[in-house]
């Protein structure tokens, strides 16, 4: 496929990562994750790992994980691979990474397998259910998970208009708070349901499991590397 047919495949559909699909040719994404994979503690080196990206999208982590050197790398999302961006990506970069349509509640060891790696990026924040999703990533995580995630510390919302909780009190920031979306109140966006400030992703971790070490901060985002420990979910309402 020559350089304009290319461009031009590339052209007909919405993108959100900005992805590099050929010498030359970036999908026209709306975010550009790369500068940001120190900040959010990217791992450098995944040989021979086992990786499972959840909330993938058009892919730009999935195949960046491939890139570096993931033996395995599953993508998963509520859509199908054609619905946005990944197919197409996927074949241009040459990807061999599986697609699984699924969302985080329906992970389960013995349906989806067992991962060394499991990355979750810019989806927490999405969730109706976000300790079930933690908990659910940590029955199929065997050494660590990256978090990253909108986070309240720098962007408390009031009438529309946000501030830091430190203007408000520094308690505010010391304290395990989340703000709660009922409609679109968050970038206009109705799949917006949290916001937890950096402490309480902390802990919502650690309570899901996880030893939880942050790994990067920027403007109203947060990257943490959970470990697994040994965990079992309380049976409670």
């Known amino acids: 496929m020559d350089r304009n047919a290319i461009q031009e495949k590339v052209n007909r559909i919405e993108w959100y990562h900005a992805i590099e699909v050929g010498p030359g040719i970036v999908t026209p994404g ?8 120190d900040t959010m503690g990217f791992p450098k080196d995944l040989t021979g790992k ?10 730009f982590f999935t195949f960046e994980a491939e890139k ?4 395995r790398v599953v993508a998963m999302d509520r859509h199908p691979a054609d619905h946005l961006g990944f197919a197409l990506a996927h074949e241009l970069v040459k990807s061999k990474a599986e697609y699984v349509v699924a969302s985080v509640y329906d992970l389960s060891p013995e ?3 067992v991962f ?16 079930l999703g933690l908990e659910k990533i940590h029955a199929v995580c065997k050494e660590f998970a990256l978090v990253e995630s909108h986070v309240l510390d720098e962007f408390f919302l009031h ?25 679109n ?14 402490e309480c992703l902390r802990l919502l971790l650690e309570t899901s499991g996880f030893r939880a070490e942050l790994t990067g901060r920027w403007g109203t985002r947060a990257a943490f590397k959970a470990y697994r420990e040994e965990f079992t979910a309380p049976h409670w309402y």
Not at 68 to 71: D, F, L, Q, V
Not at 165 to 182: T, V
Not at 185 to 198: R, Y
């Open 159 to 183: 009438n529309g208009q946000g501030k830091p909780l430190r203007r408000i009190s520094p308690l505010l920031g010391e304290s395990p708070i989340m703000q709660f979306y009922p409609g």
């Open 30 to 37: 709306r975010y550009d994750p790369k500068p940001l994979l």
């Open 111 to 113: 349906k989806h397998g």
């Open 68 to 71: 570096r050197g993931a033996k």
């Open 50 to 59: 086992t990786v499972l990206d959840i909330g993938a999208y058009d892919g």
């Open 116 to 131: 060394d790696v499991v990355l979750f990026l810019g989806v927490l924040y999405h969730l109706r259910h976000p300790l």
């Open 185 to 198: 109140e968050l970038n206009q966006d109705c799949s917006n349901w949290w916001a937890p400030n950096v």
